[in-house]
């Protein structure tokens, strides 16, 4: 009986490791891994097995920005399964990275895998495992057509609440070459499918003369502009998307 108290605040208890076989991925690819779960000094029955990826993001509340953890996808991988005392139990799964996930842009955006043992009447083991998302490759073609062909610097790039879109990631640039002289800086947000990405562009114009500087105090020099880029496109010569992403922007030069 003791022992079992001691399991339910965690000492002594059953302990979850995820173990993947590597930790770089794309969006749409397959995860192939397997949960080891060892057994404390006590019996336990375990309710369920879930891996929860997870990223920070960035929510406005109260007029102030505040940072927190969020659930991207959530997969089960288990249901109810008892962990005798001392005993190894491996659980092997294959998952696959949704397409809306994030890309983790070298340390930009932390991304990692967390398993928890649901444990009725138990403090739940849980174990986390960091992941790198490289782009994807129709995403990387868009980001190499705006910063080597379009001239554009990547700035900033950050998890926020839309609350429209839910959570999505904004890649924010700063103007160069000949947009220099108009743009303050260009905001765009990737909605990913296996055919084609939706892109939807907030382009802020720099502000010229007293009517800029009007617009510019109520933001109104900011215009929200949109296009889709097939996977024909994607895949095709580069300087097709450079193309396209040039004439939205244009758009806005007066």
């Known amino acids: 009986m003791f022992k079992k108290l001691l399991a339910s605040v965690g000492v002594g208890a059953a302990k979850v490791d995820t173990q993947l076989e590597k930790d770089q991925f794309i969006p749409g690819e397959d995860v192939h891994g397997k949960v080891v779960i060892q057994g404390g000094d006590v019996e336990q029955s375990i309710d369920a097995i879930h891996i929860f990826l997870m990223t920070e993001a960035v929510r406005e509340v109260d ?64 174990d986390r ?40 990631q904004e890649f924010e640039f700063a103007p160069g070459g000949n947009y220099r002289s108009y743009l303050d800086e260009l905001e765009t947000i990737f909605f990913l499918n296996e055919t084609h990405v939706e892109v939807m562009l907030e382009v802020d114009r720099r502000a010229r003369g ?29 300087q097709t998307v450079a193309r396209r992403l040039q004439e939205t922007i244009d758009r806005y030069k007066k």
């Open 63 to 126: 007029d102030r920005k505040v940072k927190e953890e969020v659930s991207l996808q959530k997969y089960a991988l288990s249901g109810p399964i008892t962990v005798q005392e001392g005993e190894t139990k491996e659980i092997p799964f294959s998952i696959q990275i949704p397409f809306h996930v994030p890309s983790s842009l070298g340390r930009r955006l932390p991304i990692w895998f967390e398993t928890g043992l649901d444990i009725p009447r138990a403090l739940d083991p849980e």
């Open 210 to 238: 007293l009517g800029g500087l009007f617009a510019e105090a109520l933001e109104m020099d900011e215009s929200r502009a949109s296009l889709t880029l097939t996977k024909e496109e994607l895949t095709g010569h580069p």
């Open 129 to 168: 495992d960091p992941v790198t998302i490289a782009p994807h490759p129709y995403i990387q073609t868009i980001l190499e057509a705006l910063e080597n062909q379009l001239g554009f610097r990547l700035r900033k790039v950050e998890m926020e609440y839309s609350k429209r879109h839910g959570y999505v």
